[in-house]
């Protein structure tokens, strides 16, 4: 299986939303409930932010939120902050194995 | 608190072998599938493989089949990856990581990661 397609790079000013998007086949994103998405900071381990398209694991903010149409998964974060600067990937879930995205770096201006 | 800690990584020579350990607390270790993702200098996350509960359950990732196999001891809490015939390529940061049904399949906790290093 091919990775999942993310683009390069997104920015944005603080206080302004983005969004990231997630494309895959209707292998995996499209027929899938269980994409995840994950935040990794520099020299950090990554952090789950949203698991079966649109949950918030307990004390992530509600300025992220996950959607999905299709074979497309997003990430919308609204409200930037400086500390959301990091890279961000999907995931998607089928039996027992991960596809990841290639991975998306966001820059707050 | 949930709590991954990896070790046994370094360097390496090519066709070496390695074990990796990742060391759970702070859950029932035995409720969970464990999974390792590595992440070449730079680059992004790759699943590797990934063990159920009872270890009935296996996958590996085509790059690492043949070459790399996971375990797990539940009295222990811990599971493992025995690396074997290491390639270059296979140089990055490699995290454990837990999932179950509960969390939508997604890997909700993961370790500090271990780095390994194959070359000459």
């Known amino acids: 299986q091919s990775a999942l397609t993310q683009p390069a790079s997104v920015s944005g000013s603080p206080g302004q939303s983005i969004t990231i998007s997630c494309t895959g086949a209707s292998s995996d994103v499209g027929n899938s409930i269980y994409v995840s998405w994950y935040q990794q900071h520099p020299g950090k381990a990554p952090k789950l932010m949203i698991y079966?398209?649109?949950n918030r694991p307990s004390g992530i903010s509600n300025r992220f939120s996950g959607s999905k149409s299709g074979n497309t998964a997003s990430l919308t974060i609204s409200g930037l902050q400086a500390e959301d600067e990091a890279d961000y990937y999907c995931?998607?879930?089928?039996?027992?194995?991960?596809?990841f995205g290639g991975g998306t770096k966001l820059t707050v201006l | 608190e949930v709590q991954l800690v990896g070790s046994g990584g370094g360097l390496i020579q090519p066709g070496g072998s390695l074990r990796l350990s990742c060391a759970a607390s702070?859950?029932?270790?035995?409720?969970?599938?464990m999974t390792w993702v590595r992440q070449a200098p730079g680059k992004g996350l790759e699943w590797i493989s990934s063990i159920s509960g009872s270890s009935r359950t296996i996958d590996y990732a085509d790059s690492v089949r043949g070459r790399f196999t996971i375990s797990r001891d539940n009295a222990q809490k811990s599971v493992y990856l025995q690396m074997n015939s290491l390639r270059a390529e296979d140089t990055a940061l490699y995290y454990c990581a837990r999932s179950s049904y509960a969390s939508g399949w997604s890997l909700d906790s993961w370790g500090q990661g271990t780095l390994v290093t194959v070359s000459s």
């Open positions: 079966e398209v649109s």
């Open positions: 702070g859950f029932t270790f035995s409720e969970f599938y």
């Open positions: 995931s998607s879930y089928t039996s027992i194995s991960w596809l």
